[in-house]
């Protein structure tokens, strides 16, 4: 809880979920002042949500991983350290300064240095009838259960791919849940790919054996489990009636009223391409990631990147990041030593490395279906300005080289979403169509606000810095 | 081997492409990303003669006649809309400016600048505040579609000949007998005839040419809403404050007017500025109240050369034979655009246009020199 | 409207219950419920028509990212539902198309910017 608004701090960490709390803490312990910020009310990112208010019932139904996050809220009782909840970060500058929002109220934060932690979002996994209602993300599913011990209505379907799927219908299963379906969207031919990874994930084999636990309690529940399914579709008028797809050769029909759909996620970019850095294509991941170095470090002096933000590689290894970005805060800070830095270092990336050794074997299995990246021209793939993949490609045969000229053509992406859901797909739309590599289309410009902000709060904020009359360079 | 080199390839050079091209000629344009990359294809699409530098507005004049057959000249209407420009007067003092103005292109032969009082300013646009006395208005003003206008401008210039290159930044510009060898995008061309319609780099071409004139890169910035139902339909301008202002026909709202950002043009980026952007906001809250709550979705800024004086570079190269120059638009270039071809096309074939250009001599900037002061632009 | 069953509660006795309005019909929630939970809870899947198409929509992400869930709270349009928790007496509206302007002046008389 904060007394007074503060306008500057000396380490701001944007996201309180595993990386930014375990930042925190590392930092707290060696006496730094940090101002954690999340725009959710607590913290626990999106993991951990609702960790705090979790009873028994809930604990037993999200099982031990879900509970053992609650430690890490531990940090914020630490002196030195300050939440603030419901803050939604707009935007970060190069030099540092924060603007965010609380409560319809915009505040400017100056700080000296800044670690985003700004997690995962869902991949986009568009199809026909994607935009109905009763269609959700698992993710969304998984919120509904941790924050408000919510169970959705029957006919339930699952349909992707990935372990979060096996994950939630697992859950659902222990809370006494029916689930129709799970609609498998894994390619056949991934396993192909999977099998070199395989020795790797053997010897980190803890994450294989929850993964085998999972699939196994599915299949005794006799939950009905379709594989390599293709052509996706969601019926219904005002609302998700049924699912149908295709699956060796045959279509099938599933009624539902609860459709909840997941083909991975991705890192949450918005602030580093706000900031202009230089992002990666991952093949085996199938998106963007920023390039970091140890400490994740940007180039730009003073801003780290860590967990899920930087890279997928989940909860437990987002602890690690977070830890030596807040190492690297401490050795530029000139807190530690090097000699120090090398040892604590050393001992992160230990940890790191044995979080990650199952990590290209689960990424080469759930690489996500080619359709999902190259859906037919019915379907919506700018939700927000209900731009269809066709529409997409009649702008390149109009000449279209990229999503930004995308954006003249026929405005995707620029509503409120601002491309989270729908950036990578016209990005490989268009990049299919002119049959180039994604690296080479590229991604939207992204600038601030990173979110909506009404004009009111932006005309009664306090900039900081802002100078008179308009000269930039006054 | 082309007739003429156009050195840019946004609304200017793909005018004069257009003019050049209906005169049988075939140009060659020459664009370092693509055309519509910048200014000309990212700006608020106003279209408008009200408010003009005196010297612009027999070219404004002339353009607005285009705009009003534009459908005939690019085969596509561009979005275009009449719906009118309006400036407000927030006081006695700001109308009578306004009314003095007009009073003056009065004189100059020229009728679009009406002046309107309280009732019918907020007959026309209820939802103003009603702090407001009076405004000026261009009731045949309007706006267009800027990306969709560069589109039409380049697709009949490519079907009446042009050969328009993207990716093709000039590296050399070299002098030959008798006409230009430009070097661009790791290829060589030659013609007789050389147009530099570079905006924002006009003055670093001009430089290769031994005539750089003073040019400021902004970066003005713009604002978009959220979905809004319905309430303005002319374009907004205020005396008093800068905002241009105007609602799309899907109900967002378009908030621009000056602010500037952050340009670096060497590495094509121009990001905007907070403090900019929140007086942008504030300008808009003191106008229309009621738009307190309704949000901002994006927000960008664009890359625009200014001249110290705020009206283009328009006419001969005066260091050179067979060069001409089309650039510094301040701003408001856009509804320039089919007129400032027309005329670099009458310069090529005839040596003379009837509109008069001379106050956009790139030579005219020895008072700059002297001052080193900016004008404001509008 | 047709009520089909909505989201139901994992057995939790002693959570709070909250009473809000929805399109002018009482909607109970629990304490800690998001608008949107209580929307789903009680059956109400879709909380808007879009401005572009007037198609329905309703929560997508639940994490504030997507935008769909958008609703008019206590006469403010274009709230996200899944980012606003419920207290006793909200009143929830569904969007249908654009949000409206407010009449000029505001009722309030308040004092314009500079």
């Given at each position: ?46 993991i951990y949500r609702g960790i705090a208010s979790a ?166 529940a006799g939950v009905a489990h379709y594989r390599g ?246 | ?280 906001a504030a300008t808009v809250v003191a106008l229309f ?90 | ?114």
């Open positions: 809880m904060e007394s007074r608004v503060r306008t500057e701090t000396q380490i701001a960490i944007i996201g309180a979920g595993p990386a930014g709390l375990a930042a925190a803490d590392l930092l707290a312990e060696a006496g730094c002042e940090v101002t954690l910020l999340d725009e959710q009310p607590a913290a626990g990112g999106q009873n028994a019932e809930r604990l037993r139904v999200l099982g031990t991983d879900y509970a053992a996050g609650r430690k890490l809220l531990g940090v914020l009782d630490r002196p030195g350290v300050t939440f603030i909840g419901g803050a939604t970060v707009w935007e970060v500058t190069r030099e540092r300064r924060i603007s965010y929002s609380v409560g319809g109220t915009a505040r400017s934060l100056a700080a000296r240095r800044v670690i985003a932690c700004t997690g995962a979002t869902e991949r986009p996994m568009p199809f026909p009838g994607w935009t109905l209602p009763g269609v959700m993300t698992v993710g969304a599913g998984q919120i509904l259960l941790k924050t408000s011990g919510l169970l959705p209505p029957a006919p339930l379907v699952l349909a992707g791919s990935g372990p979060l799927l096996y994950l939630l219908a697992a859950q659902y299963l222990a809370a006494g849940q029916a689930i129709s379906a799970i609609v498998e969207t894994t390619p056949g031919g991934n396993w192909r790919n999977a099998l070199r990874h395989l020795p790797g994930a053997l010897i980190g084999n803890r994450y294989l054996r929850k993964g085998l636990m999972l699939l196994a309690r599915i299949r005794r399914a293709t052509g996706l579709r969601a019926e219904g008028t005002s609302r998700v009636e049924a699912l149908t797809f295709t699956v060796r050769g045959r279509t099938r029909r599933l009624p539902c009223a609860t459709l909840l759909i997941h083909t991975g996620v991705m890192p949450n970019l918005q602030i580093t391409r706000s900031l202009n850095l230089v992002h990666d294509w991952d093949a085996l991941q199938q998106c963007w990631r920023p390039q970091l170095d140890d400490w994740g470090g940007t180039g730009i002096d003073g801003i780290h990147v860590a967990g899920d933000g930087g890279g997928i590689a989940g909860a437990e290894a987002a602890v690690h990041s977070g830890r030596l970005a807040a190492i690297g805060c401490l050795a530029a800070l000139e807190l530690i030593g090097p000699e120090d830095r090398e040892r604590r270092t050393a001992a992160e990336r230990r940890a790191l490395r044995a979080q990650n050794r199952a990590r290209p074997f689960l990424d080469a299995l759930y690489t996500p279906a080619p359709e999902f990246l190259d859906p037919p021209d019915e379907t919506i793939v700018c939700r927000c300005e209900e731009v269809t993949a066709g529409k997409i490609r009649e702008f390149v045969d109009l000449g279209c080289l990229g999503p930004n000229q995308a954006k003249s053509f026929g405005r995707p992406g620029m509503g409120p979403c601002q491309g989270r859901y729908c950036g990578i797909t016209v990005s490989a739309i268009i990049a299919a169509r002119r049959r180039v590599s994604i690296d080479e289309v590229g991604y939207y410009r992204i600038r601030p606000p990173l979110k909506p902000i009404t004009l009111g709060e932006l005309a009664a904020m306090d900039v900081l810095d802002e100078s008179d009359g308009d000269d930039p360079d006054a | 081997m082309p007739d003429a080199i156009i050195i840019g390839g946004g609304l200017h050079g793909l005018s004069a492409a257009l003019h050049l091209a209906r005169a049988g000629l075939k140009p060659l344009v020459l664009e370092k990303d693509y055309p519509g990359r910048h200014a000309s294809g990212v700006n608020a699409g106003g279209v408008r003669r009200l408010g003009r530098d005196f010297a612009e507005i027999p070219l404004s004049v002339e353009a607005m006649r285009l705009w009003h057959g534009i459908a005939d000249i690019v085969g596509d209407d561009c979005g275009f809309i009449r719906c009118g420009q309006v400036k407000v007067a927030e006081t006695e003092a700001e109308l009578q400016i306004l009314r003095d103005r007009a009073a003056q292109v009065a004189v100059l032969g020229f009728d679009h600048e009406e002046i309107i009082g309280r009732e019918e300013l907020l007959r026309i646009v209820p939802a103003i505040s009603e702090r407001c006395v009076g405004a000026m208005i261009c009731r045949a003003d309007g706006a267009a579609n800027p990306f969709r206008t560069v589109m039409a401008f380049r697709r009949r210039a490519v079907e009446l000949g042009a050969d328009i290159r993207s990716g093709s930044p000039v590296a050399h510009i070299e002098r030959r007998a008798g006409g230009w060898s430009v070097e661009a995008g790791g290829a060589r061309f030659q013609a007789s005839v050389l147009v530099n319609a570079a905006g924002a780099w006009g003055s670093q071409i001009a430089g290769l040419l031994g005539e750089a004139p003073p040019l400021r890169i902004d970066a003005p910035m713009l604002m978009i809403t959220e979905p809004v139902a319905p309430f303005l339909t002319p374009v907004l301008g205020a005396e008093g404050r800068k905002l241009s202002f105007k609602q799309f026909e899907n109900g967002t709202v378009l908030i621009g007017g000056g602010h500037r950002g952050k340009a670096e043009p060497g590495l094509n980026l121009a990001d905007t500025r907070l403090g900019g952007l929140r007086q942008s109240p009621q738009l307190r709550a309704t949000r901002i979705v994006r927000a960008w800024a664009g890359i625009e050369g200014v001249t110290p004086d705020g009206i283009p570079v328009l006419g001969p190269s005066v260091a050179s034979e067979g060069a001409y120059h089309s650039f510094g638009y301040s701003y408001h270039g856009f509804q320039l655009g089919p007129v400032t071809g027309r005329i670099i096309a009458d310069l090529i074939l005839h040596g003379v246009t009837d509109l008069p250009i001379a106050p956009f001599r790139i030579d005219r900037f020895s008072e700059f020199h002297r001052t080193g002061a900016w004008r404001e632009p509008a | 409207m047709p009520k089909d069953s909505g989201f139901r509660r994992l057995d939790e006795a002693g959570a709070a219950t909250v009473a809000l309005e929805f399109e002018g019909s009482v909607l109970m929630a629990r304490s800690g419920d998001t608008v949107a939970a209580a929307m789903l809870a009680a059956g109400h899947f879709s909380g808007r028509n879009t401005p572009v198409s007037g198609a329905p929509r309703g929560p997508f992400c639940m994490m504030g990212t997507c935008f769909d869930c958008l609703v008019e709270i206590d006469g403010e349009p274009n709230i996200q539902a899944c980012m606003i928790a419920v207290v006793e007496g909200t009143k929830v509206r569904r969007m249908k198309g654009a949000r409206p302007l407010p009449a000029n002046p505001l009722p309030n008389g308040e004092p314009s910017e500079d």
